[in-house]
């Protein structure tokens, strides 16, 4: 169940980072405290779902983050529903860090991920529809991805009042070693 709550700040760090402080890599073991708690602010706010330690450590090649130090201020990650179908989830950057291009950044390395994988096909179910659609995605319907709805949307209390937009983006790839 996602209901947005605003008044909940995320501020995993006091002072915005410079963005040469940031780096943008895979998580480690190592990173699994921090980036469980980024995630599970947003949840309290209503922004994302909850995830538990031992789920993220076994989805770990899965995700991409930004650290400053120790600690993870921005994530996202893609779920593979089938080999060509996978949703990008869980992406936050913290509110001290927005408006950086971190947000930015971790899609497109997202996309890099799916791409390695050739998935031709990325969604995502959000409210922050225009973000999304800076980085290429369109609108769509919901029922396009009955994987998603039937795993998450079915078990939620608010389906009928869903106040989230299902967008995507498709690739297409050209075959390698094709014959010229
Ligand atoms: C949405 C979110 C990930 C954006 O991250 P960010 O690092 O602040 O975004 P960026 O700085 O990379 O912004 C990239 C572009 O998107 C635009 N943008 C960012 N957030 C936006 C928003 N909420 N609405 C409209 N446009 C937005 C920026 O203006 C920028 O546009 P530009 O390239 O024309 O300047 C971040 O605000 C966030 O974590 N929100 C709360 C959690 C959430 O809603 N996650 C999405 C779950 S699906």
Redesign the pocket.
């Known amino acids: 169940m996602l209901i947005k709550l605003d008044a909940i700040e995320?501020d995993v760090i006091a002072e915005r980072p410079s963005a040469e402080d940031v780096v943008l890599t895979k998580p480690t073991e190592a990173d699994l405290d921090s980036l469980v708690t980024l995630i599970n602010a947003?949840a309290k706010?209503g922004?994302?779902l909850p995830r538990t330690a031992d789920s993220v450590k076994e989805s770990l090649p899965d995700w991409v983050i930004a650290k400053v130090g120790d600690t993870v201020i921005?994530c996202?990650s893609l779920l593979r529903y089938s080999p060509v179908l996978a949703e990008?989830?869980?992406?936050?950057?913290?509110d001290t860090?927005?408006?950086?291009?971190?947000?930015?950044?971790?899609v497109a390395q997202l996309e890099i991920d799916a791409q390695k994988q050739k998935i031709p096909t990325l969604f995502?179910?959000?409210?922050?529809?225009?973000?999304?659609e800076?980085?290429g995605f369109t609108i769509t319907e919901k029922e396009y991805f009955p994987q998603k709805v039937w795993n998450d949307c079915n078990h939620c209390p608010i389906q009928d009042n869903c106040d989230?937009t299902a967008v995507v983006k498709k690739f297409s790839y050209q075959e390698e070693n094709k014959e010229k």
């Open positions: 995320v947003y706010r922004d994302l921005a996202g990008v989830r869980s992406l936050a950057v913290a860090a927005q408006g950086l291009g971190l947000g930015r950044q971790i995502a179910l959000t409210r922050v529809v225009q973000f999304f800076k980085m989230e």
